[in-house]
């Protein structure tokens, strides 16, 4: 997107960026190391990513996924800006949450971000991320900001038809921690990257201990009333589903978010509905009270089991996203599953 004459180029991108120069002059402080130390590089989504000194000063994340990460990771010092959210912010991150400028709610303009003066970009959607998007990964890049695309997006996943996307593998955990051990090693905090996945295993294995859900079968519904979201085999839900040894009953399709009829959603017939509790405004029935209303009111679902029996798992948007959430979902499906009585 060419930029307006007046449009004042920020430092942090006339010296080249941080990450890609070491450039002198940027921010000081115990995480900074000297101008001129040793590179460290990865390898994101089919690019390289390359990282100088002690790492971003003024990230940007453009998604809720990507900003839990980095505030897990204990980095609100070192971002200049979050954008498109679904939830609120997780729980225990309220206050490091508070220290970032909230850009947009949704996707900014190219030019917003680019008025934080960012020295990296990071994004949870290729979608965020490309055409269509805020940006493209080329745009920031020629004006000498990194990018980095979660790897949930892209490894075993076609994002070139419309949609979101098909997936050629199912997603694991591992797709996960590689994300949250990448950011770790960008901003040269390892140690606290593999703490924080210790911690997700951890939580992982307390919430399926015991647990035996192999008869149980599962739907996750994650917006719109006409033509609902409904996941496929393979996303986030998918890891929730395998983990607990249940079923998804739509796990005959490999597109990460299909829409499908109302007709299909109760011939289906689920034992349990996982339903998405957003806080977003950009589709029908967002909340979940919503999607209840409509699924008990609807002559055509009405009489599903588990409309019949109340059998609801309300989640967040970001644990039905590949994000360190997932464990969330994992946690709160495994305990609905123990409540409803369905462990054998």
């Known amino acids: 997107m060419p930029l307006p004459r007046q449009h004042r180029l920020p430092a942090a991108l006339l010296c080249g960026a941080l990450l890609l120069t070491g450039c002198a002059g940027g921010a000081s402080g115990p995480s900074a190391s000297a101008s001129g130390a040793a590179a ?11 990282v ?19 505030l897990s990771l204990g980095l609100a010092d070192r971002m200049a800006g979050t954008a498109t959210w679904t939830d609120p912010v997780m729980k225990g991150l309220e206050k490091e949450n508070a220290r970032v400028r909230r850009l947009a709610e949704n996707n900014p303009s190219f030019e917003r971000v680019l008025d934080t003066e960012p020295d990296f970009v990071a994004a ?56 949250v051990r990448d950011l770790a090693r960008v901003f040269g905090v390892e140690e606290r990257g593999e703490q924080l996945v210790e911690r997700l295993d951890a939580r992982t294995a307390a919430a399926k201990k015991g647990l035996d859900a192999s008869d149980v079968t599962l739907m996750y519904w994650f917006a719109n009333a006409e033509s609902p979201y409904m996941a496929g085999c393979c996303g986030a839900p998918g890891i ?37 509790d957003l806080t977003r405004r950009s589709q029908t029935a967002e909340s979940a009270s919503k999607k209840i209303a ?20 309300l989640l967040s948007g970001q644990a039905m996203n590949p994000t360190i959430r997932t464990v969330e979902g994992i946690e709160q499906v495994a305990a609905a599953i123990r409540r409803f009585g369905l462990s054998r």
């Not at 679902?301 to 029996?309: C, F, L």
């Open 40 to 50: 460290r590089s990865l390898d994101n989504c089919g690019r390289q990513v390359e």
């Open 240 to 276: 929730i589903t395998r983990t607990l040894g249940a079923k998804n009953v739509l796990d005959d399709t490999t597109e990460e978010w299909p829409q499908v009829s109302w007709e299909t959603v109760a011939d289906r017939d689920p034992d349990v509905l996982v339903i998405g």
């Open 52 to 70: 100088h000194g002690g790492g971003p000063r003024r990230a940007v994340s453009l998604n809720q996924g990507t900003t839990e990460t980095l």
């Open 294 to 313: 409509f699924l008990e009111s609807n002559p055509v679902t009405r009489n599903m089991e588990a409309v019949k029996h109340k059998r609801y798992v």
């Open 124 to 179: 949870s959607f290729a979608s965020t991320l490309g055409t269509g998007g805020v940006a493209t990964r080329d745009q920031f890049e020629k004006l000498g900001v990194p990018t980095y695309l979660s790897p949930a997006d892209c490894a075993g996943k076609d994002n070139s038809g419309g949609g979101d996307g098909v997936r050629t593998a199912p997603l694991t955990m591992e797709t996960i921690h590689r994300e």
